[in-house]
């Protein structure tokens, strides 16, 4: 789903003002939609992917669907009701990241690990927030490999 209403950002500082004017009652409303019209379009399981921010959103989509049976987290925590979560979880995180640092992670893992999630979350050493989209400084060739292959085994094996 697109939360943004097709503005992209260019900069850390657009990204940055685009967080601070979030309508988060919206983009509930607009995840919501999606994850409706999606469940409406199979009868099986589902899976969610999410980077930076929409790591969250993934999270709170496999809070509120039990159909979701995979949730693959890039580079962004979040918070939920994990007792609610019935999906496995793999989880893609920079070793230096801004915007998550990895006590906030592994506060995250230790609270789906005492709900009883199955959680395998990666730490790539040396990259930074943004590893595995190619159009970024940050990219990483050798992590974003790693990354995807282990998330379409993750797929393949839980979908």
């Known amino acids: 789903p697109d ?21 988060f009652e919206f983009m509930s409303e607009i ?9 409406s379009l199979c009868a099986g399981k589902i ?35 994990f007792s609610k979560v019935k999906a496995k979880v793999l989880g893609h995180f920079a070793e230096v990241d801004e915007w ?9 893992e230790a ?11 990666h730490t790539y050493p040396k990259v930074a927030h943004w590893f595995v989209e190619e159009d970024r400084p940050e990219y990483d060739s050798a992590s974003a490999q790693l ?4 998330t379409y085994e993750f797929l393949r094996k839980n979908l």
């Open 3 to 23: 939360l943004y209403q097709g503005r992209v950002a260019k900069t850390i500082d657009e990204a940055k003002a685009f967080m601070e004017q979030n309508d």
């Open 31 to 39: 995840v919501k939609a999606a994850n409706t019209h999606l469940t």
């Open 47 to 81: 899976g969610v992917i999410g980077f930076s921010m929409g790591s969250g959103w993934a999270l709170a989509v496999a809070e509120n669907n039990p159909n979701v049976s995979a949730a693959v987290l890039f580079y962004g925590a979040g918070e939920a009701d």
């Open 100 to 108: 998550e640092p990895l006590e906030y992670v592994q506060g995250m």
């Open 111 to 121: 609270g789906m690990k005492s709900a009883g999630l199955d959680v395998t979350l």
């Open 147 to 150: 990354a995807w292959s282990r």
